[in-house]
Structures are given as C-alpha cells and as structure tokens.
C-alpha cells in the first residue's frame, strides 16, 4: 500500500512527515490553495534531509512546462503532479526532462476514458471528488466501488494510483475493502487545518498494521 501525505505547509509539518510511514509527501504549488507553499521554503526546509527515502511530490494547476521544470528543480522534486488541463503534450514534457509525472483525474462519467487518454505519458493517476471550482483538497469522499475500476486500469498499464478525497482514520477500513493500490490524505490527517501526529498514528495503524493482521 503506497501513503502520500499532502499539503505540506511548514517545517514542522515536514518534520512530522518525515518520520512517518508515508512514501511521498506532497507540497501545493496552486497559489490559490490554503496549502499553497513557495519552492524555495521547501528547499530551506529540506537542507538537513538530503537522505531522505520519502519522495517529494509538487501538485500544480494549468501551469506551463517551464514554470514546472524551474520550480520542481528549486524543491528538488521527484514527481510532478498535474491537477488541471494540462494536455498529453505537456505531460510527455515533463517526462523528457526526467520527471515521475502523476495526472491528477476527477471522479465523474469519464474518468476512465481519461485514464486511457493520458496512459502512454504518465506513471500514476490521483482520483479525487469532483467539487465545482476546487482542483483536488476538498476532504469529500466519492463512491469508493469504483475504486476496483481504476485500480484495474492502472494496473491494467503497470500505473501508480492514489484515492484522494476525505481518508480519515474513520472511515479508511471501508476504503481498504476495495484493494486501493495508494492512499493520498491531507484533510484526514489535520486538526484544524493543522496537521496532527495523532491522527497520523491512527491512520498508520490500520493501514500498515490491522491490515497485517486481518
């Protein structure tokens, strides 16, 4: 089970991550997001973390190639993650310059057609709630029975794919039922926009550990 913990905002946030068990950590590079974060915080930040094994994640919204490549370099990215209507073109873009390039896809009628659409130029998919105006962060869960759908097309083309999309502690052993190959939590693991170790623990619990057991 691959765990992504977004929306980074601070040090000790990262700090908090850093020693959890996710497998990325995702920042928001989308200025109009409460998350939203600058390149450069994120390299001070990582200045003592160079060993990190946890793979750094950027999540942008309709920006060029350019600015992606300029600012993925600034926050020694290794995964480019695009939100918006970014075309085929640009992904395949990304990947010549060496990037892991994730597409960001909603939960409605056509997800899957997209899926395909965008299969040869990415290595991973985050299916989230479609919420009018919002690109991804909404802490709203979907109907999780067409998860085994979009993990099948995914697997179908040897892809990455995360569910997104109000994973909490709560609820996320209804979610494991369906067999998702990667979790991706922001809201889940906040209290009061904060992030909360506790709720990192709970989580960590019944993904890695009761699972284990059952």
Not at 20 to 25: D, G, K, R, V
Not at 127 to 143: H, Y
Not at 157 to 168: L, P, Q, R, S
Not at 173 to 201: A, F, H, M, Q, R
């Amino acid at each position: 089970m691959l765990v992504k913990y977004c929306g980074i905002k601070n040090r000790k946030e990262l700090e908090m991550v850093l020693k959890s068990q996710a497998h990325y950590i995702g920042f928001i590079f989308y200025e109009k997001s409460k998350r939203y974060v600058s390149p450069q915080l994120i390299k001070n930040w990582l200045v003592n973390h160079s060993g990190t094994d946890k793979r750094l994640v950027g999540i942008f919204v309709n920006e060029s190639v350019e600015v992606m490549h300029q600012m993925a370099k600034t926050a020694s990215l290794d995964v480019i993650q695009c939100h918006g209507e970014e075309t085929v073109a640009q992904l395949q873009s990304l990947k010549d310059l060496g990037y892991e390039v994730w597409k960001a896809l909603p939960h409605q009628t056509d997800t899957l057609a997209n899926m395909r659409k965008y299969q040869e130029v990415v290595d991973g998919y985050v299916v989230d709630s479609k919420v009018k105006n919002q690109f991804g962060g909404t802490g709203v869960t979907f109907d999780w029975t067409n998860v085994p759908l979009y993990t099948q097309q995914a697997a179908l083309n040897e892809k990455k794919c995360f569910i997104a999309g109000g994973i909490t502690s709560e609820n996320v052993k209804e979610l494991l039922v369906y067999n998702p190959i990667g979790l991706d939590l922001s809201s889940g693991i906040e209290t009061d926009g904060i992030k909360d170790c506790e709720k990192i623990t709970a989580i960590e619990r019944k993904v890695f550990y009761d699972i284990q057991q059952a």
